[in-house]
């Protein structure tokens, strides 16, 4: 049985060079330009995106429990006083950020709870 010629001699290797280089053009497209992602990668973003999600839906319960303390327009004062990067703590420290369930405040919901506080008036 005799092979075609394209699958004989420098027509096989040219051949098979094709499609090495076309494989990695692929693979190159796909990857940089395609949105392609490795598994981990892919796992990464979703953890993100997770946890972004439940701060941006637990940081207004936050503010909605500082503003209904006993001295929620004192405490407003204090906390536009503070440097901003010790402000989540302020809110950790006050409880505002310790979810019904938990036994310790959330960092991510204090920061941006205080975030969105700051940007309240007095």
Request: aromatic share 8%.
């Amino acid at each position: 049985m005799q092979l075609p010629e394209i699958l004989q001699g420098d027509s096989l290797v040219r051949l098979i060079q094709g499609a090495v280089a076309g494989v990695f053009a692929t693979l190159a497209v796909g990857f940089f330009w395609g949105g392609w992602v490795t598994g981990g990668t892919a796992q990464q973003r979703t953890k993100d995106a997770v946890q972004s999600a439940i701060v941006g839906a637990l940081a207004p319960i936050c503010v909605d429990r500082f503003q209904h303390h006993a001295n929620a327009a004192a405490n407003l004062v204090e906390l536009q006083k503070i440097s901003s990067w010790q402000q989540s703590s302020f809110i950790e420290k006050g409880g505002w950020a310790t979810m019904p369930g938990t036994a310790s405040p959330d960092s991510a919901v204090a920061r941006a709870c205080a975030e969105m506080l700051g940007r309240l008036k007095t």
